[in-house]
């Protein structure tokens, strides 16, 4: 039931006017678009912002075990939001600022990996020497590539993108993670952990195409001013969505949690406003929606103000590959001192090439391979109130597991043995003390967020993500409507770009309408 505070913050079938600003969605990107709006002098109200956007951001899924809600390893944070808002200061704050990575192999092998790329070279050196040097300048060129190509990542204009690109590096926009890595490497583990960390969470299979622009898009990120560094956010993605609510609270946004959304006003061909779901109207001539595209467009806009083009676009089919978020709760720490030595590291483990492979088979026909791809992350060890004394919360993305729309029950224990198997293989002796597994699928999000599930399925070709960004964020022909929902961002996590670009277009637009 709404609070009394809430109550009076409804517009009760009202006409409100006096905005400059509508923000529909408190994801990270839309309270990052609302921060920017506010910060820059528009008055601007910021509608739905329920949920874990405003509370801990935490889940108990077994007695005194908590999960956090987003991602935890973040390694795409945008850089110019932080500036611009001046997000430490809010609250923001690093548990880790550079996430050391143990990478974990079928064999029983073991790699570490310091958080600065072009420092570990020792580390390959270690595991094999004759391919120290080769990857050594194999680091160098795909950094170079991943800074050149930041432009379309970023779904913003790339006009010479061909002239900053060499030719090596155009190849490895275009080729497949599996040639890439044959043609460079011969030590089976680091073509394993590259192949692996190309296909997290990616629907691509590492023999496909364009397979290996996934991993220079996450090398194109920067964590605390490190290129493709990993850092854990005190709190995760709920701290940093904290510190953004911070900063739009600092800029004098008006927060209204309780009041949703029917429909945009379209009127001339252009943004007027939102129709509340009480019957009321909030009249404004900038609206930036953070939902999915589906909601979005065909939901609050109507297919009657897009073209057929761009609805078929918001049409295509989600891949079939999904991935898992995966949550063990652990009575006690592992009982080996390699394991212990590692909690507070980014845990990875990397299949064997064929082992990779017959993961992504067994997904695109609907089944559960062992072991899986995982990324891992033991969040109770930076903040010890997330798991009892003595217990350890471990987070981890699963990958690749099939992608369903609806609730599987059957599926998520299968994914939950696959998981577990995958984790002994981390951390030996750690399945004797899992007293829970909490697994999350794309129709598990899709019900606590209202987001379509296809929303939560393992991302497509870098450059179909591309070219699906810059038609959402730009194309919907319909003037003062701005787009930063999840198809908005290139890549596996959410950093905030898309909202900060979706205000600064807002702004833009804004300044030529005042000139005219």
């Not at 390959?124 to 680091?139: E, I, L, N, Q």
Request: charged share 25%.
């Amino acid at each position: 039931m709404a609070t009394k505070t809430e109550e009076t913050r409804k517009t009760g079938g009202r006409i409100e006017g006096g905005f400059d600003a509508i923000v529909i969605g408190a994801s990270t990107d839309g309270l990052a678009a609302a921060a920017m709006l506010g910060k820059a002098g528009f008055k601007t109200v910021l509608l739905g912002a329920g949920g874990a956007a405003l509370d801990e951001g935490r889940r108990e899924f077994a007695p005194g075990f908590f999960a956090l809600d987003g991602d935890l390893v973040m390694g795409a944070l945008d850089p110019q939001l932080v500036e611009a808002l001046d997000l430490y200061r809010h609250g923001l704050e690093l548990a880790s600022r550079r996430l050391e990575t143990v990478y974990f192999f079928d064999d029983g092998g073991a790699l570490l990996m310091e958080g600065d790329l072009y420092r570990t070279r020792e580390s390959v050196a270690a595991m094999s020497p004759r391919d120290a040097d080769a990857y050594a300048d194999f680091v160098e060129t795909a950094l170079d590539a991943a800074r050149a190509l930041r432009p379309l990542f970023e779904t913003g204009p790339a006009p010479a993108l061909a002239e900053a690109l060499s030719s090596e590096s155009e190849r490895f926009l275009s080729a497949s993670s599996e040639d890439i890595v044959d043609s460079l490497f011969e030590d089976a583990h680091l073509r394993a952990l590259l192949e692996a960390e190309a296909a997290l969470r990616s629907a691509a299979r590492p023999s496909e195409a364009f397979s290996f622009a996934a991993l220079l898009r996450r090398w194109a990120g920067e964590a605390a001013g490190l290129q493709a560094a990993s850092a854990y956010p005190a709190g995760g993605a709920p701290g940093l969505r904290r510190a953004l609510r911070r900063a739009a609270q600092a800029a004098n946004v008006d927060f209204r949690p309780s009041v949703g959304v029917a429909r945009v006003l379209v009127e001339w061909d252009g943004a007027a406003g939102v129709q509340t779901d009480d019957g009321g109207q909030i009249r404004a001539p900038i609206v930036v929606n953070a939902l999915s595209a589906r909601q979005a467009f065909l939901d609050l806009v109507g297919p009657e103000h897009i073209n057929i083009e761009f609805q078929a676009a918001l049409a295509a089919p989600a891949p079939r590959i999904a991935s898992a978020r995966v949550n063990f709760a652990l009575t006690g720490a592992p009982g080996d001192e390699r394991t212990r030595a590692n909690l507070s590291r980014r845990l990875f483990f990397a299949p064997s090439r064929e082992g990779l492979r017959g993961a992504y088979a067994a997904a695109r026909r609907g089944d559960v391979a062992s072991p899986l791809v995982m990324e891992a992350l033991i969040p109770s060890v930076f903040d010890p109130a997330l798991a009892p004394k003595n217990g350890l919360v471990v987070s981890a993305w699963a990958h690749p597991v099939p992608f369903k729309a609806e609730k599987d029950d059957a599926l998520a224990e299968r994914i939950g043995e696959a998981a577990r198997e995958t984790l002994e293989k981390i951390a030996p002796g750690a399945a004797a003390r899992i007293a829970a597994v909490d697994v999350r699928l794309p129709a598990d999000e899709a019900a606590a967020s209202g987001a379509p599930a296809e929303v939560f399925a393992a991302r497509s070709s870098v450059l179909d993500q591309w070219a699906r960004a810059r038609r959402f964020a730009g194309a919907s022909g319909i003037e003062g409507y701005y787009f930063c929902g999840p198809e908005a961002e290139i890549g596996r996590e959410s950093g905030g770009g898309a909202g900060r670009r979706a205000a600064a277009a807002a702004m833009q637009h804004a300044k030529m309408r005042a000139r005219s």
